[in-house]
């Protein structure tokens, strides 16, 4: 038997969303890329699992807006590439009273918007309403993409252009250098260059390179909702996404998906959950209160009066958020060799593939596509620990 291979040109841990997309960025530009994943694929312990999310360039922060066209090309080249359909336009509402600081932020990051007030919004689409004096922005270009599949793409081009994916794997420690070795479950391999993207396990897993990021994993409540007459209330496979802004009675805010994985469910989830550890995700009392779910059911009762107020599906996701809900995309302070991308706060499916491309040219030491200043690790004082 030949020695298993365990020298590359850098190594990526953690094959979510983000850390797949970095391996095909590195792959296509031939460098020999080892992505290891602790969970035998597919799993559904991270955050990048399920079936759908939204894509939409209506943004309150420009510096995600700006990434969008990038981001929708390079859906489309994946799609192209593996022949499968990863994205399904279905336009998007953003939700809020006028005036409100991100709703208006959201309307300049869209070139074109259509405001709807209550009655247009409910003649438009009848299964929504609007409280009275509130809007709807559209953002026409959003849809859905679909998880899993989008997933299973990006690694299988990742692998065509000869990149090594070894799942089933779990990085156990790193030893930094100029040549960094990573020891796994199975193995020990080297690289000049490491990119970590382990997602809810990053906090953890980087204290052993002294640094100390303010990440919080949350545990979300994905909740499907039963249309009460499937397709009468103008919900099912064609309406569009929505979220809302500024509501006093969800601050957090919540956002839905039309009926597409489960015919007859639409999607509608808090953009908040509880701190959790994602060794302990499904570890909760059954007594526990589920304030998200009472959260839902009011908004829906209001908002969304053709669905069912109690969810008819429940499954479990996990975000990985920064106090500031900005990504992290930086190099180790201490150890340039060694780039991190974490802290996606919820929001980061839609952007992978210009996060990936981010991550590969940190790593590659080339200057980056965007402007770096807000996803930097720097701007979280005390990072480096007491014993750095
Ligand atoms: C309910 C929900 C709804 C969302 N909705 C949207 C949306 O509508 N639009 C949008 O753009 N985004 C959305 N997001 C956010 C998006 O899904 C995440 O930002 C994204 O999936 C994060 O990907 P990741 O690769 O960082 O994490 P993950 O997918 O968790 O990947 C990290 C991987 O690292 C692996 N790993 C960890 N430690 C190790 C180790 N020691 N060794 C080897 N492997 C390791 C893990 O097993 C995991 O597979 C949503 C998220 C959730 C949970
Ligand atoms: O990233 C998104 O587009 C959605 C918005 C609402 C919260 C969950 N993520």
Redesign the pocket.
């Known amino acids: 038997l030949a020695p298993q291979k365990s020298t590359y040109d850098v190594i990526v841990i953690g094959a979510g969303i983000q850390g797949s997309f970095t391996a095909y960025h590195l792959a296509q530009r031939h460098k020999d890329t080892l992505l290891l994943e602790q969970f035998l694929l597919p799993h559904s312990r991270g955050s990048s699992h399920g079936q759908s999310?939204?894509?939409?360039s209506a943004y309150p922060q420009e510096y995600y807006s700006r990434m969008m066209p990038d981001c929708f090309r390079l859906w489309q080249q994946l799609e192209a590439e593996t022949g499968t359909t990863l994205y399904r336009q279905t336009g998007?509402l953003v939700l809020g009273p006028p005036g409100e600081p991100e709703l208006e932020a959201c309307r300049r990051s869209l070139g074109v918007d259509e405001v709807l007030d209550a009655a247009a919004l409910s003649r438009r689409f009848p299964g929504f309403r609007l409280q009275a004096g509130q809007v709807a922005v559209l953002d026409s270009t959003a849809g859905v993409l679909f998880a899993d599949r989008a997933l299973r793409a990006v690694q299988e081009v990742f692998r065509r252009h000869g990149g090594t994916l070894r799942d089933g794997e779990k990085v156990l420690s790193i030893q930094p250098g100029a040549t960094v070795t990573v020891t796994t479950t199975a193995g020990v391999y080297k690289a000049p260059r490491l990119i970590i993207t382990a997602g809810a396990w990053t906090g953890a897993f980087v204290e052993q390179l002294g640094l100390r990021l303010p990440l919080q994993p949350l545990r979300i409540d994905v909740c499907y909702w039963r249309e009460k007459q499937p397709g009468s209330a103008g919900l099912g496979s064609v309406s569009p996404?929505f979220?809302t802004l500024g509501l006093s009675q969800a601050p957090h805010?919540?956002?839905g998906l039309p009926s597409i994985e489960y015919p007859g469910l639409m999607k509608v989830?808090h953009?908040h959950g509880s701190p959790t550890d994602p060794e302990k995700r499904d570890q909760i009392p059954s007594s526990t209160p589920r304030p998200d779910i009472a959260v839902l059911s009011s908004f829906i009762s209001s908002y969304l009066p053709g669905l069912e107020t109690q969810p008819a599906v429940m499954e479990t996701c996990l975000y990985t958020n920064t106090p500031d809900e900005d990504f992290i995309l930086d190099r180790h302070p201490k150890f340039s060799n060694i780039v991190i991308g974490a802290g996606f706060s919820?929001?980061?499916?839609?952007l992978a593939p210009v996060v990936g491309k981010l991550l590969c040219e940190l790593s590659l030491g080339e200057e980056p596509s965007y402007n770096m200043a807000h996803f930097a690790i720097t701007r979280f004082p005390g990072v480096l620990g007491a014993a750095q």
């Open positions: 999310r939204i894509i939409r998007l996404c979220l805010g919540i956002y989830c953009h919820g929001h980061g499916f839609k």
